[in-house]
């Protein structure tokens, strides 16, 4: 039917995005919260729940794909999951994949490549021309996640620790950190000791110093960038990894927060040595390209295309 319309969930560690699109590839309504990552956040399925009341009694709401941080990986959680899309979508189809899967997914389209995404987490997604997938990464911020926000925001107070010992040289890290934090640096051991011990959403909170690393490493400062080099460093680990699951020289591109940052992006890019390609949809357009396969729709380049462009003005406007 023409007038069918399919629901696509991007879910994060630091954000849900959940999007509503037509056969023609318009986005018509958003919504946008906070994490839903089971793995640390204890009232992710409130908050998932909460955004996806608006779109449960759409008449026209054919099918629904849920891509969800964690799934896949913890077979309990996984299964909360599931429960929830169906409770909330039951009589539709739908889809629960990984959320990195998806963004995969739309960065390429459907075809093979490599996606290195940096977000709160890190991952490295393949996948060959057999349509067969990989993974490497993604094992949460107290094993692994090496090289995303959350990696950077935990070495930053590292090294300002460090460097306020004199075990480091000094950094303008410091300096910013305070007074980003709003934090007293002639007390600096109880300020710190404070603000971290009294944090809500420690993970999501400790990821958005990345931020703040890129905004000083701007400025020249050494420390900063040397930890966008290391950040680079574990990514490109990430891409040799995995590159033998895909023909030689495949193409690669990337996804996530952290890649707001063009020093940590040209950093990666020199270690890999060759450029990205452009995601040809945001992570978004994968869960509603997930969507659509379901109902097997004939996509044509432009529906592709329309999603991107609807989808840059339905994030602002969900914002």
């Known amino acids: 039917m023409s007038d069918e319309l399919i629901l696509g969930i991007d879910g994060g560690g630091s954000k849900v995005l959940v999007a509503l699109a037509d056969r023609t ?7 946008r919260g906070s994490g839903v990552n089971p793995m640390d956040n204890p009232n992710w399925l409130q908050e998932l729940e909460r955004h996806l009341q608006p779109f449960r009694d759409e008449p026209r709401l054919a099918a629904v794909a849920a891509a969800l941080p964690a799934y896949g990986e913890v077979e309990r959680l996984s299964a909360l999951q599931r429960d929830a899309i169906e409770r909330a979508f039951p009589h539709i189809r739908r889809q629960v994949l990984n959320d990195v899967d998806a963004a995969h997914l739309g960065a390429f389209a459907g075809q093979p490549g490599i996606l ?7 991952m490295s997604w393949a996948r060959n021309a057999a349509g067969t997938s990989a993974r490497t990464g993604g094992w949460g911020d107290v094993i692994g996640d090496e090289g995303s926000s959350h990696w950077i925001g935990g070495k930053a107070l590292n090294l300002v620790s460090q460097s306020l010992d004199g075990r480091a040289p000094a950094t303008a890290l410091a300096k910013a950190l305070f007074s980003r ?4 640096a002639a007390d600096p051991m109880n300020g710190l000791g404070d603000w971290v ?8 909170e400790i990821a958005a110093l990345a931020a703040l690393v890129d905004e000083v490493a701007q400025g020249g400062d050494e420390g900063a960038l ?11 680990r990430h891409h040799r ?12 591109t990337y996804a996530g927060g952290t890649f707001s940052s063009r020093i940590l992006l040209s950093a990666l890019e020199r270690r890999i040595g060759r450029p990205p390609a452009q995601p040809k949809l945001p992570p978004i357009g994968g869960a509603l390209l997930a969507a659509a396969q379901l109902l097997d729709w004939p996509l044509e380049e432009g529906w592709c295309e329309q999603i991107a462009a609807t989808a840059k003005g339905g994030d602002r406007a969900s914002k």
Do not use: K
């Open 181 to 184: 934090l709003h934090l007293d």
């Open 226 to 236: 040397g930890l966008l080099e290391q950040a680079a460093d574990e990514l490109a």
């Open 197 to 204: 011990s009294g944090l809500a959403n420690p993970r999501a």
């Open 116 to 122: 290195i995404l940096s977000g709160t987490g890190s």
């Open 241 to 252: 990894a995995i590159a033998e699951h895909c023909d030689p020289g495949a193409e690669w």
């Open 25 to 31: 590839g318009r986005i018509l309504r958003t919504s």
